[in-house]
């Protein structure tokens, strides 16, 4: 059927989600203002629903529905890498979408979140595609993912430009600002933590690079021969450890070291997302190697990040910008 060639599927893909956006501008066409990024929760919560059914697939749960379009459209769908990465939207995406459309007027927190993932995923899923075995046989239905790929930057974005609804801490309560680190022993173990996930980001670099040293080879074929598969997924993961999150390590450290640093709230929670995805399908592939070095590295990995996030989010005093002493005592004069 002509219907099954490759440039008219990625044509009915296209539709499908046209129709989507469409449904929801129609349900909500009443309402005076809607926020933008309502139409983007919605329109991805959809294609949570085609992840998670592709994943049910490959597992072998239904069948009938993806064999077509893994043939003729998006055969590295099939792969470990996408299999997981299809649960992860499946499951977590779409319970966090549920969530933010639940609380539509307060999200900015859950909406970093989800582009902090999001972002993490396009970057190593689209160049993955690209330079790995399944580069030669790119069908069109694999532009699709262009949007998916450009939105989530805009809501990143929308989302960083908006004002962040904070308490006034002044001067005077900021205690803590005026504490080294080694005064803070919570601080103290994060940035170790910190210091210590930025080596491994460059150790499995190197290892990826094909750095001939004789730790980075028996490495590799030891204990993650997971990143040596020619998919390419897990060789782009690693070199977006290297150059995109071993600087964002390293800068976390200075904003638990010098005070108000407020930036430190927005985008630990940005990363906290960005390492969780990265790192499910790497855990995985180790759970069912049973490579328990490899498993405890790994969590660690993803959890330093979202430990961050968590201090951050529950005292966020140190980092940010305390009003001056003398501002705040005219200021209650004049009250």
């Known amino acids: 059927m002509s219907l099954l060639r490759p440039l008219p599927i990625l044509g009915m893909g296209m539709v499908v989600l046209g129709l989507v956006l469409l449904l929801v501008l129609l349900a909500v066409q009443k309402k005076t203002k809607v926020d933008p990024l309502f139409y983007v929760f919605a329109e991805f919560s959809f294609t949570c629903m085609v992840g998670l059914t592709n994943a049910l697939e490959q597992d072998g749960f239904i069948s009938g529905f993806m064999g077509f379009y893994l043939k003729m459209g998006e055969p590295h769908l099939s792969t470990a890498y996408a299999v997981m990465m299809s649960y992860w939207e499946g499951v977590f995406h779409f319970i966090l979408f549920l969530t933010i459309l639940h609380r539509m007027k307060s999200y900015r927190s859950l909406g970093l979140l989800w582009v902090g993932s999001s972002i993490a995923h396009q970057i190593v899923h689209i160049p993955g595609v690209v330079i790995g075995k399944y580069g030669s046989n790119v069908r069109p239905a694999f532009w699709r993912n262009v949007p998916f790929f450009l939105v989530p930057f805009w809501a990143a974005a929308m989302l960083f430009s908006r004002p962040r609804q904070m308490p006034i801490v002044t001067a005077d309560t900021v205690t803590a600002q005026k504490r080294s680190l080694l005064s803070r022993p919570v601080d103290l173990l994060l940035s170790l933590l910190l210091l210590g996930a930025a080596a491994f980001c460059v150790f499995r670099g190197f290892v990826v690079l094909d750095c001939p040293l004789d730790t980075c080879f028996t490495y590799i074929y030891q204990y993650e021969p997971y990143l040596k598969d020619p998919v390419g997924f897990p060789r ?38 960005a390492m969780a995805q990265v790192t499910v399908v790497i855990v995985t592939d180790a759970v069912e190697k049973k490579w328990w070095p490899v498993i405890t590295l790994n969590v660690l990995l993803a959890a330093v990040p979202t430990l961050l996030a968590l201090r951050c989010h529950t005292s966020p005093a140190y980092f940010m910008k305390p009003i001056p002493k003398g501002q705040t005592t005219s200021k209650k004069k004049k009250n």
């Open 236 to 273: 782009v993961m690693m070199l977006v450890h290297l150059f995109y999150a071993l600087p964002l390590l390293t800068v976390f450290v200075y904003g638990l070291i010098a005070p108000g640093c407020g930036w430190m709230l927005d985008w630990t929670i940005f990363f906290a997302g």
